[in-house]
């Protein structure tokens, strides 16, 4: 018998297969969007404190005469209606961060899917975001800026989640009043007073669309820092306006004919070296603060400004040599820092050479070495003889490659002769050597080898100025310091260095310190760093080149007053034949032209000290000339280093 056949199911209708592929994607959309949420749900943030602000407290920077130098903290400002802003200030965020605001639930799938596609194909870099600004309120508000993917998807469900709890323009309003525009402002009446110094109801439209252009890197395209790229970026900004009909092509017109002026505070910022430095120090003063305060620096903005301008044109003006990097600091007598400027453009670079960099001192470290001379009994009228010399298997040589002669130490120092260091610091003991340069103020470890004699020892500029303030301040340490006193908003006093101050410390007795400043006088008037010199005013020093000219130095003072200037290339890469000599004391002469007339300097103290009889007849020390200068990278290699301890002072 046949088996009975079951009847053939009718083929579904296009209305019936629409409701029924409609109904199973909807099913398993369910399931996704409840495996979504118990994945990326579990941990997401408390947001019952949605209207908390938390903000870092402000610490405002003045220098000596109570100018203010920088501010760095948070700043935080009353929310900031949005009926109260021109119509333009929000519609410009809109326009370039998210112009379908007004139609999504909080996320753009649209967005989403190119920035999905992006991050796939682009693997190991950051992810790329299709954010809109409900996303950007929730992460701002809730989580951090770290790009995973956990992130995002909790950023969504948070996004959605504002999007049911609020209306478009309160989510619009916390966001303006939340967002993040960089120098420590948040909110936009915070960065309308701090880049513009003036309310945000009173934003123009050029003003608005810099703003906005910020969202995409508040450090990258600020109008302080990175004036070229704020304003390309205002410009795509205005663009967008125009096409979202937000303004009409007059008025973006109209926006590039009217200057956006910077607050000059900002525009003007100095110190950003010396500010992150002293910043560092604070919280180890007077620990974290937990209200706003203000700092006294020793800094003097008007020599600060010299410094900077110094520094850079001496970097830019010596490029053609290789020069791509310098730092100076300059300390008083008493050790307060007056200028430090860690380079040659803080936009460019934050890198800190006035502290953070160890470099070799060269020529510049041999004061160390003669003064440890003149403390074991010679003097500058001391006869030497600028000779082939050999310590054990090193063998230094002079930059000229020439052999001098007879000639006195004094000569000597001026001309900068390398081999008449290396006997010298052979004869007096370089644990003596570096003896005195630690009770100075290098802080940096010496090594022992011979080679130290010759500069073979890292430093920083702040090492060498303070090194040598005793020889300007009549021998006296002189360890340098940026902060005179740290109080809050309200006045009280968390921190004095003059409580802290304890009796001066002689560290060059005499005739030694006569000595010293005599033969760096020499040094000045008609040795290695004759370019230093500043008409009118008592001035000594000394050059500093290293091997291979990877590092170029000049330290030079007057009564009270040290300046250390470095230049050199941050990859240690060798220049092309800069001496300390060269662009290094250009900078020094630069910087205390105009620096020296606002100190009121007075000449070195000591005066010259009457040299005891010589036991035999000196040679003559008559300047041997700059063309046979001594100071330069001719040393030849230093000897094989071996282990060396630190001088315990």
Partial sequence: MANAQSPRRAPRTPAQAV????????????????????????????????????????????????????????QYAPPVDLDKLPPYVPKAFIAIEDRWFYWHWGFNPWGILRSTIYNVTHTGGPLRGGSTITQQLARNLFLTANQTYRRKAQELILAVWLEAKFSKKEILSLYLNRVYFGAGAYGIEAAAQRYFNKPASQLTIGESALLAGMMKGPSRYSPVSATDRAARRATIVLDEMVRTRAITPEQR??????????????????????????DDQVRSLVGEP???????????????????????????????????????????????????????????????????????????????VYLA????????????????????????????????????????????????????????????VAATARRLGITSHIQLDPSMALGAVEVSPMDMAQAYAPFSNGGYLAKGYGIE??????????????????????????PALQYMNQMMRQVITSGTGTKARVAGFDIAGKTGTTSDYRDAWFVGYTGGFVTAVWVGRDDNTPMKGVTGGGAPAGIWRDFMTAALPRLKTQAIPGGTAAPPPVQAPAPASDPIGDLLSGDGPGAGPPPERQPAEDIPF
């Fill in 290 to 368: 937990t209200e706003d305060l203000v700092v006294e620096t020793t800094l003097d903005l008007p020599i600060q400004t010299a410094a900077e301008q110094a520094l850079r044109r001496g970097v830019t003006g010596s490029k053609a040599q290789g020069v791509g990097q310098g730092a100076l600091v300059a300390i008083d007598g008493e050790g307060r820092i007056r200028a430090y400027v860690g380079g040659s453009s803080y936009a460019d670079s934050q890198f800190d050479r006035a502290t953070m960099a160890q470099r070799q001192a060269g020529s510049s470290f041999k004061p160390f």
């Fill in 19 to 74: 409701l029924y592929w409609s109904a199973v994607i909807g099913v398993w959309g369910l399931i996704f969007l409840v495996a979504f949420f118990a994945v990326f749900a579990v941990d997401l943030p408390d947001t019952s404190k949605l209207y908390d602000v938390k903000r870092q407290p402000s610490i405002s920077y003045l220098d000596r005469s109570g100018a203010l130098v920088a501010v760095r903290g948070s």
């Fill in 373 to 432: 001379a003149m403390e074991q009994g010679r003097t500058p009228a001391t006869p030497v003889v600028d000779e082939p010399v050999k310590i054990g298997t090193w063998e230094p040589k002079n930059y000229t490659g020439r052999f001098l002669g007879p000639m006195s130490l004094q000569t000597a120092l001026a001309q900068s002769i390398n081999t008449v260091a290396a006997r010298l610091a052979n004869e007096v003991g370089t644990g003596n």
């Fill in 485 to 510: 006193r740290i109080r809050t908003a309200s006045g009280k006093v968390l921190y004095d260095h003059g409580m802290d101050r304890s009796a001066r410390r002689s560290v060059i007795g005499s």
């Fill in 253 to 278: 017109a109209e926006a590039f004919k009217t200057p956006v002026r910077v607050n000059p505070v900002l525009a003007n910022q100095r110190a950003q070296y010396f500010t992150d430095w002293v």
